[in-house]
């Protein structure tokens, strides 16, 4: 929790504020009850109204100078706790995207959507609290008991016997509830897991019919998170009915003991009631300070698993070289004897592939399904390193080279299209400077310019989040013109015209050619007709190269190619 601290140092002088308007609160409540005696033993019992009066008014002018104390705390903790938790947000979100794969990987993308919202949340209130009560509840409970002395040390013995029993009770509490907590923060990353994945894939689940097995599934992990949560509202609800038996019990004892000593005049009605109301204040603080103690045990969990991806490093080597690619006769990419796993625990999922692709040129890749073929792209992007072998982007070792530098010259196209809410000219917008001239030309390369024109808002057409106004063949080809928006050195399709007729997808890679020719580009397609015309075709075997070469020469040594080249001839006829 402490680690997260620096996040409000914006916020020092609210921080300090707050808790100072609240102290001054708390100072003007604990003044209260002394007045109260006094009006009553001063004013009522000796029948004197005027003194009364000005007990009285004196109790209302500290009331409002109390209330007024409490608002400004209030605004003070809203503006730190809201601006806390932006901050904290925009830093969680930051480090987010700057993740390799491989630490999403790690972590997880429902746990990470649930820090970046319930946790930081629970941190949030923490320091909400922290402001408005953290000062208040210890300075009522310790100045009940210091005024309690003041008015009576034998009565006020009495408040030191509650305070053990209170303290052992919540200590108890305490020790429980915390591991409960981590418990509970562990089934709502499994519940926000299952959930996604039912919802995402409902129509997989239709269509086997297993929607009860899913509903089933669903319900056993909620079970268990109610289960948790219901142990958990438990063991903290114990505190206020506890707090109250302790209340009503030292009330008991001081109406007892203290009638004894009114009725032999050592004490007044009215200091009799003023040790009643400071009990209450004391214990009413106290529940308090339990409240804020599960409450600050709740964020400490919260905080830790925020803290943890904020600390988490990057394993990857950092390079700082400037990408260059100006050189016409360079190797854009180079990969020589590289083995690649994505984990130490699993196998490889490349093996000893090698290869150079020129600026300019472009390299096909083909292969059965589970043969390594997107692997390459994590590779190329430095989101993964090698197991084994080296990879060079522009005759640079590509470990040596500054990551975003690298990223910048590099564009890719997924088959599964991602749209972004907005507009079409701001998801293109996405890659680089929007302009008009830019956007024409990415979106004619792509095929894509006469539909978009043809709208009736054209480059202002709102876009749905993921493109859903759209059809594959639509999202695929405005996915195509955003990679081209960024003019890339290499542009890497992953089936990205899969969504395309031939005639579609030959006109754009013709397009390509013609307006960005010294843009190099590596197509990975399951059909050949895809990658005839590339200058080289990679042929990929369960995560082996089977072959390198031009089709025709692939068609002579190659066997992988030659069956594939021959299923997809008899699926053509």
């Not at 899913?214 to 992990?221: D, E, M, N, Q, S």
């Amino acid at each position: 929790m402490f680690k997260l601290l620096p996040f409000a140092k914006k916020y020092r002088k609210e921080i300090f504020l707050g808790p100072f308007f609240k102290f001054l609160e708390a100072v003007f409540e604990l003044l209260l009850p002394l007045l109260l005696a006094r009006m009553i033993d001063l004013g009522l019992n000796k029948n004197n109204p005027a003194t009364a009066w000005r007990y009285g008014l004196w109790m209302l002018a500290l009331s409002i100078l109390g209330l007024i104390s409490a608002i400004i705390c209030q605004y003070f903790a809203s503006i730190a706790s809201q601006g806390f938790g932006t901050e904290l947000r925009s830093a969680l979100m930051k480090k987010i995207n700057g993740f390799s794969y491989q630490q999403l990987d790690h972590f997880g993308t429902k746990t990470l959507v649930n820090r970046l919202t319930n946790d930081i949340t629970q941190v949030q209130t923490a320091l909400a609290m922290f402001i408005r009560l953290f000062v208040r509840a210890p300075f009522l409970s310790i100045g009940s008991v210091v005024l309690a002395f003041y008015l009576d040390r034998q009565l006020g013995l009495i408040f030191l016997a509650v305070l053990p029993i209170f303290a052992i009770v919540l200590g108890l509490i305490i020790y429980f509830s915390v591991p409960l907590y981590s418990k509970v923060q562990k089934n709502l990353d499994n519940f926000n897991e299952q959930l996604s994945q039912n919802l995402t894939g409902v129509r997989v689940i239709r269509s086997f019919t297993k929607t009860d097995l899913a509903t089933g599934l669903v319900k056993k992990i909620s079970k268990s998170l109610a289960i948790s949560y219901e142990k958990v509202a438990n063991l903290s609800a114990l505190l206020t009915p506890i707090t109250s038996f302790l209340l009503n019990l030292g009330i008991i004892a001081l109406l007892f003991f203290g009638s004894q000593q009114v009725n032999v005049g050592h004490l007044t009605q009215g200091t009799i009631l003023a040790l009643i109301n400071y009990m209450s204040q004391m214990l009413l603080a106290l529940i308090v300070v339990a409240n804020l103690v599960v409450l600050f045990t709740r964020a400490q969990a919260s905080g830790l698993r925020v803290a943890e991806v904020l600390a988490d490093k990057d394993t990857l080597t950092v390079g700082h070289e400037i990408v260059d690619v100006l050189a016409d006769d360079k190797n854009i990419l180079t990969f020589q004897n590289v083995d690649f796993r994505y984990t130490t625990e699993s196998g490889l999922v490349l093996t000893d592939i090698s290869f150079s692709l020129k600026k300019g040129g472009t390299l096909g890749v083909i292969g059965g399904t589970g043969s390594g073929k997107s692997s390459l792209i994590p590779l190329i992007f430095h989101e993964y390193e090698a197991s084994r072998g080296e990879i060079y982007f522009a005759e640079k070792n590509i470990l040596t080279l500054e990551k975003a530098q690298l990223i910048e010259q590099l564009a890719v196209v997924f088959q599964q299209a991602v749209l972004f809410s907005g507009t079409i000219a701001e998801n293109l917008a996405f890659g680089s400077t929007a302009n008009i001239l830019a956007m024409t030309k990415a979106l004619q390369s792509a095929q894509t310019l006469d539909f978009v024109t043809s709208l009736p808002q054209t480059f202002d057409t709102p876009v749905e989040a993921g493109g859903q106004n759209f059809s594959g063949g639509q999202k695929q080809r405005l996915t195509l013109a955003r990679a081209l928006m960024k003019h890339p050195a290499l542009l890497i399709l992953d089936d990205a015209t899969s969504a395309l007729d031939y005639q579609t997808e030959r006109q754009v890679q013709q397009a390509l050619a013609l307006n960005y020719p010294e843009t190099a580009q590596i197509i990975i397609s399951q059909r050949i007709s895809s990658l005839i015309h590339a200058d080289q075709i990679l042929v990929l075997d369960n995560g082996h190269q089977a072959g390198l070469g031009t089709h025709d020469s692939l068609l002579e040594t190659c066997s992988v190619y030659q069956a594939i080249y021959a299923s997809q001839q008899e699926d053509a006829q």
